[in-house]
Structure formats: C-alpha cells, structure tokens
C-alpha cells in the first residue's frame, strides 16, 4: 500500500487561492502549449480558443488535480501513473464535451501515434504523467505560497478583471462556432431597430396629422356653429327691431288719428259757432 496523506498546504486553501490558481494555471497552459507547438510547427501558434492567452482547461485540469493527486504526493511512480491516467479520462471527457456542444473540440492528435479518435494520445498521457509530478510537487506549492501574500481585494479585482475579459472572448468565439455571425447578428438588429422606430415616428407622424385634422374640423364646427348662432340673433334682433319700429309707426298713426280726429272736432264746433253768431 502507498501512503495517502493530505499536505500541510493544501489543507487552509481559501476559495480566492483556488481561483488565482485557476487564473494562473490556465494562463500558464496558454503559454507551455502554444510555446511548444510553436517550435513544433516552426511558427507562432495561438492554442487558445479565444484572442487571449487563457486555456481554461489546463486551469481546471491544474488545480483540480493538484488537490485531488495532493494524498499520492509521497509517491512519485504512482503519482505518475494517477496524474497521467487521471489527466487523460479528463481530456477525453473534455474533448467529448466540446463536440456535443461546439461540434469539435480545440486540439487535434490525429497525427500522433497511439490516438483515438484525435482526442487523447499516447505521447500526452506520459506527458501529463510528468506535468501531474511538477504541479503537485512543486508548482501548486509555491503558487499557494505566493497567492497567500496577495492582498484579497487586489487579487478579487484582478482575477474579476481576467475571467470577465475572457467570458467575453469565450462568448464570441462560441457564437462564431456556431455559425452565428456576431456581426451581422447586431446589423441585423440594428435595421430592426432603425426600421421600428420609423415605423413608431411614422405612426406618430399620422397621429398628429389625424389630431390636427379633428383639431381644425370641431374649430369649423364651432366657427359654423358661433356665425349660425350670430346669424340667429342677429335675425331675431332685426325681428324685434321690426315689431318695435312697427308698433312705434301704428302708435304714432293712432296719435295723429286721435289729434287729427280731435282737430276737425274743434274746428267744426269753431265753424258752428261761428254761423251761429255771425247773423246776429
């Protein structure tokens, strides 16, 4: 039997170390693998899935293996042979993952011997073999050593900085994996947007002009009705003037009637007096 025993640093890891751990591992991932297919390839290579220089699955693969391989730690042959078995079901695992949902996966060992099915290969299992011995005999070790002088709040800030950076690359990328067009995606929606709100100013536009419209048609209405309501008055003024001017007239004939009627009565007894006392 091999010995299992937890080491004195792993056991007060706190939650902000693991996640600067992650953030470090896959950056160092980034640059092991692209600094090594590079020389392979006789060019730069970028062995990110995004722009920047961020492979998540060696910061899961590094720090989750650094705390489960910590009890084998004592052992190198059989923390060789754990990490190099263990590293590998998780590339498969990966790898399977990346093809259910992006429909590839982000490397390809199809031109290395003792490949199945281009995702895990013979010559990386010895090679995690040897990475699972340096990250959890020396690596992990110093980088919580290291981590544990970072002040909390600057390493929340940078670390926040960093994986939201990344979403956002992570985000794009995945878009782009799926045929979707992030561009023309936002053109898309802007000329759905432009054409949305010609559509509400256009309405609006002919509100107005509909309001305006039954603005100036009760204005008419009621320029109509006020001419139509003078006019009424106007008219019953000039009756009443009429009657009153009338009965003035025939009130006035009445009194020259009465005073003309009153003169002949006058002027006869004045002719009957007159004859009567002329003979005399």
């Given at each position: 039997?091999?010995?299992?025993?937890?080491?004195?640093?792993?056991?007060?890891?706190?939650?902000?170390?693991?996640?600067?751990?992650?953030?470090?591992?896959?950056?160092?991932?980034?640059?092991?693998?692209?600094?090594?297919?590079?020389?392979?390839?006789?060019?730069?290579?970028?062995?990110?899935?995004?722009?920047?220089?961020?492979?998540?699955?060696?910061?899961?693969?590094?720090?989750?293996?650094?705390?489960?391989?910590?009890?084998?730690?004592?052992?190198?042959?059989?923390?060789?042979?754990?990490?190099?078995?263990?590293?590998?079901?998780?590339?498969?695992?990966?790898?399977?993952?990346?093809?259910?949902?992006l429909g590839d996966f982000w490397w390809d060992y199809n031109e290395k011997p003792f490949n199945?099915?281009?995702?895990?290969?013979?010559?990386?299992?010895?090679?995690?073999?040897?990475?699972?011995?340096?990250?959890?005999?020396?690596?992990?070790?110093?980088?919580?050593?290291?981590?544990?002088?970072?002040?909390?709040?600057?390493?929340?800030?940078?670390?926040?900085?960093?994986?939201?950076?990344?979403?956002?690359?992570?985000?794009?990328?995945?878009?782009?994996?799926?045929?979707?067009?992030?561009?023309?995606?936002?053109?898309?929606?802007?000329?759905?947007?432009?054409a949305l709100a010609r559509e509400k100013t256009t309405n609006a536009i002919h509100l107005v002009?509909?309001?305006?419209?039954?603005?100036?048609?009760?204005?008419?209405?009621?320029?109509?009705?006020?001419?139509?309501?003078?006019?009424d008055k106007k008219d019953l003024a000039i009756g009443i003037m009429q009657d009153k001017r009338?009965?003035?007239?025939?009130?006035?004939?009445?009194?020259?009637?009465?005073?003309?009627?009153?003169?002949?009565?006058?002027?006869?007894?004045?002719?009957?007096?007159?004859?009567?006392?002329?003979?005399?």
């Open positions: 039997m091999f010995p299992l025993h937890i080491a004195p640093e792993f056991l007060h890891v706190t939650r902000l170390q693991l996640v600067e751990c992650f953030v470090i591992y896959s950056i160092l991932g980034w640059l092991v693998e692209s600094a090594y297919m590079s020389i392979c390839e006789k060019k730069l290579t970028n062995r990110g899935f995004g722009f920047g220089p961020f492979c998540p699955i060696y910061g899961f693969g590094a720090t989750i293996g650094a705390v489960v391989l910590s009890p084998f730690r004592a052992s190198w042959p059989v923390l060789y042979v754990v990490s190099a078995v263990g590293a590998t079901i998780f590339e498969l695992f990966v790898g399977r993952l990346m093809q259910f949902f199945y099915d281009g995702i895990i290969c013979l010559e990386s299992t010895l090679g995690w073999g040897l990475y699972g011995i340096i990250v959890v005999k020396w690596l992990h070790p110093y980088t919580l050593f290291r981590t544990a002088m970072i002040p909390p709040l600057f390493g929340k800030v940078v670390c926040f900085v960093i994986l939201a950076a990344y979403m956002i690359d992570f985000i794009y990328h995945v878009l782009l994996a799926l045929h979707i067009d992030v561009q023309q995606s936002i053109t898309e929606r802007s000329m759905q947007a432009a002009g509909e309001k305006k419209d039954l603005a100036i048609e009760m204005m008419q209405d009621k320029r109509d009705m006020a001419l139509e309501m003078m006019h009338d009965m003035a007239l025939e009130l006035v004939h009445d009194k020259k009637d009465a005073v003309t009627g009153k003169v002949r009565e006058k002027r006869q007894a004045v002719l009957n007096w007159y004859r009567e006392h002329r003979w005399r």
